[in-house]
């Protein structure tokens, strides 16, 4: 299947949805803490529902309430007994990263005879120091005979080394876990730490659930539950989706129109909420009108250089953004694109190229050189199954002069961190065979 953008309405102000990477940290705590929790998720994506259908596989009582707001879900979270957890699990992660790196330890540390199902590239993103880490202490991994991933054994221990530099989900998902030790245990990283802002958030939402977490550096020290339980927060709010909100965002810029999102926090540690300087540093008129909303203006974009160690997902609009602005933008340390739903840096370079950008693609980036708009061209494009990158296609469409159309490979794939994203885009299009 796929879409066929015509007639091409674009909205100038949009509500964020739910950011998938609290959600999946929200709902995770909540979970293992000591009393029931309730989440308001506007617009959860399929990545959410794995999470949320694993907690349950684990023995939480996940319910949904009935709605207040049409477009948002409310997730009751009883939480899982720590004490007698299900001796057997079976947990779908889908294509869910977050879900796998996040429950694996988790799983472990309960001591869950866990089978994880993997689907779309999950089963070729590394696991290997994480898999490491668990296997010094007390875990066992094999395949079984359709190529699930089990784990088997009790996770435990004191102190633990992983490294840094290939992801910080990895670090999120063993601090899970040693939340739930019973004994205080310790953490340390080692190398350089990619995607720095993801690891805070997830230090941030354990202290919201008055755990005192210290990090000093690059050790981390975890007191464990006979000192501190995890106990709900009095209010555990949700915040709008930053990753998402770029593509609307960087809308703005390179539309006829501003573009407003609203519902997004401007102070949270997400680290994607740099989308606001990289696109000044574009040289987009960039506004906040309030606490809670951005505004972008059209404008003239001039290159620039990209560090996106800590900000991979935004890489795909801010090559977008490159494609329309003048001269040669570098995007650097981006190697890990690689292995993300897509080789993101590959399908980038085709995609660009396809509507007659000048991409080159080397080891660790992107060179991207800008070109007048007038003479980009539509194209049938493969999303590669990877939300991103259809996003990246959406923007473009954009862009193109009249007449000219794209048309999108397996469209639909944005379901998995935006549902409902080519309504909030304004497309009148069609699913085709």
Same mark, same amino acid.
């Given at each position: 299947?796929?879409?066929?953008?015509?007639?091409?309405?674009?909205?100038?102000?949009?509500?964020?949805?739910?950011?998938?990477?609290?959600?999946?940290?929200l709902?995770?705590?909540?979970a293992?803490?000591?009393?029931?929790?309730?989440?308001?998720?506007?617009?959860?994506?399929s990545?959410?529902?794995?999470?949320?259908?694993?907690?349950?596989?684990?023995?939480?009582?996940?319910?949904?309430?009935?709605?207040?707001?049409f477009?948002?879900?409310?997730?009751?979270?009883?939480?899982?007994?720590?004490?007698?957890?299900?001796?057997?699990?079976?947990?779908?992660?889908?294509d %869910?990263?977050?879900?796998?790196?996040?429950? &694996?330890?988790? !799983?472990?540390? =309960?001591?869950?005879e866990?089978?994880? $199902? @993997?689907t779309?590239?999950?089963?070729?993103?590394?696991?290997?120091?994480?898999?490491?880490?668990?296997?010094?202490?007390?875990?066992?991994?094999?395949?079984?005979?359709?190529?699930?991933?089990?784990?088997?054994?009790?996770?435990?221990g004191?102190?633990?080394?992983?490294?840094g530099n290939?992801?910080?989900?990895f670090?999120?998902?063993?601090?899970?876990?040693?939340?739930?030790?019973?004994?205080? %245990?310790?953490?340390?990283?080692?190398?350089e &730490?990619e995607? !720095?802002?993801? =690891?805070?958030?997830?230090?941030?939402? $354990? @202290?919201?659930?008055?755990?005192?977490?210290?990090?000093e550096?690059?050790?981390?020290?975890?007191?464990?539950?006979?000192a501190?339980?995890?106990?709900?927060?009095?209010?555990?709010?949700?915040?709008?989706?930053?990753?998402?909100?770029?593509?609307f965002?960087?809308?703005?810029?390179?539309?006829?129109?501003d573009?407003?999102?609203?519902?997004?926090?401007?102070?949270?540690?997400?680290g994607?909420?740099?989308?606001?300087?990289?696109?000044?540093?574009?040289?987009? !008129?960039?506004?906040?009108?309030?606490?809670?909303?951005?505004?972008?203006e059209?404008?003239?974009?001039?290159?620039?250089?990209i560090?996106a160690?800590?900000?991979?997902d935004?890489?795909?609009i801010?090559?977008?953004?490159?494609?329309?602005?003048s001269?040669?933008?570098?995007?650097?340390n981006?190697?890990?694109?690689?292995?993300?739903?897509?080789?993101?840096?590959?399908?980038?370079?085709?995609?660009?190229?396809?509507?007659?950008?000048?991409?080159?693609e080397?080891?660790?980036?992107?060179i991207?050189?800008?070109?007048?708009?007038?003479?980009?061209?539509?194209a049938l494009?493969?999303?590669k199954?990877?939300?991103r990158?259809?996003?990246?296609?959406?923007l473009?469409?954009?862009?193109?002069?009249?007449?000219?159309?794209?048309?999108?490979?397996n469209?639909?794939?944005?379901d998995?961190?935006?549902?409902?994203?080519?309504?909030?885009?304004?497309?009148?299009?069609?699913?085709r065979?």
């Amino acid at each position: 299947m796929y879409l066929d953008l015509q007639d091409f309405v674009f909205p100038r102000e949009v509500e964020a949805v739910t950011s998938k990477s609290v959600a999946h940290r929200l709902l995770i705590l909540g979970a293992l803490s000591s009393r029931e929790s309730s989440f308001k998720i506007r617009r959860p994506g399929s990545d959410i529902q794995h999470t949320v259908d694993c907690l349950r596989a684990l023995g939480a009582e996940v319910t949904l309430m009935p709605k207040l707001e049409f477009d948002t879900e409310i997730y009751k979270v009883k939480p899982i007994d720590l004490e007698h957890p299900p001796r057997y699990a079976v947990l779908n992660c889908g294509d %869910s990263g977050s879900t796998l790196r996040f429950l &694996l330890p988790v !799983a472990a540390a =309960l001591g869950v005879e866990a089978t994880f $199902i @993997r689907t779309g590239r999950l089963a070729e993103r590394p696991l290997g120091p994480l898999q490491d880490v668990l296997h010094e202490h007390g875990v066992r991994f094999f395949m079984d005979d359709k190529g699930n991933l089990c784990s088997r054994g009790i996770f435990d221990g004191t102190d633990f080394s992983i490294p840094g530099n290939i992801s910080s989900q990895f670090i999120t998902g063993l601090l899970f876990a040693m939340a739930i030790f019973r004994h205080p %245990s310790h953490l340390s990283i080692t190398g350089e &730490l990619e995607s !720095a802002p993801y =690891l805070q958030m997830t230090i941030g939402k $354990i @202290r919201m659930y008055k755990v005192p977490v210290r990090m000093e550096g690059m050790e981390i020290e975890m007191p464990g539950r006979d000192a501190f339980q995890l106990r709900r927060p009095r209010c555990p709010l949700m915040e709008g989706d930053w990753s998402g909100s770029a593509v609307f965002l960087a809308a703005g810029a390179v539309s006829r129109r501003d573009v407003t999102v609203h519902g997004l926090d401007t102070r949270t540690v997400q680290g994607d909420r740099a989308i606001l300087s990289l696109l000044m540093n574009f040289h987009a !008129a960039v506004s906040k009108p309030d606490g809670n909303s951005v505004r972008v203006e059209p404008s003239s974009l001039k290159a620039t250089y990209i560090d996106a160690r800590h900000t991979p997902d935004l890489v795909p609009i801010l090559a977008v953004l490159a494609l329309c602005a003048s001269g040669k933008t570098v995007i650097d340390n981006a190697s890990r694109l690689r292995l993300k739903e897509s080789n993101r840096l590959a399908a980038v370079t085709e995609l660009l190229n396809a509507v007659g950008g000048n991409c080159i693609e080397f080891e660790d980036g992107l060179i991207i050189y800008g070109v007048d708009k007038r003479s980009l061209r539509g194209a049938l494009v493969d999303s590669k199954n990877d939300h991103r990158i259809a996003m990246a296609a959406a923007l473009i469409a954009t862009m193109l002069p009249y007449g000219e159309t794209i048309r999108i490979r397996n469209a639909e794939c944005v379901d998995k961190s935006w549902p409902h994203f080519w309504d909030d885009l304004g497309v009148m299009g069609k699913l085709r065979n």
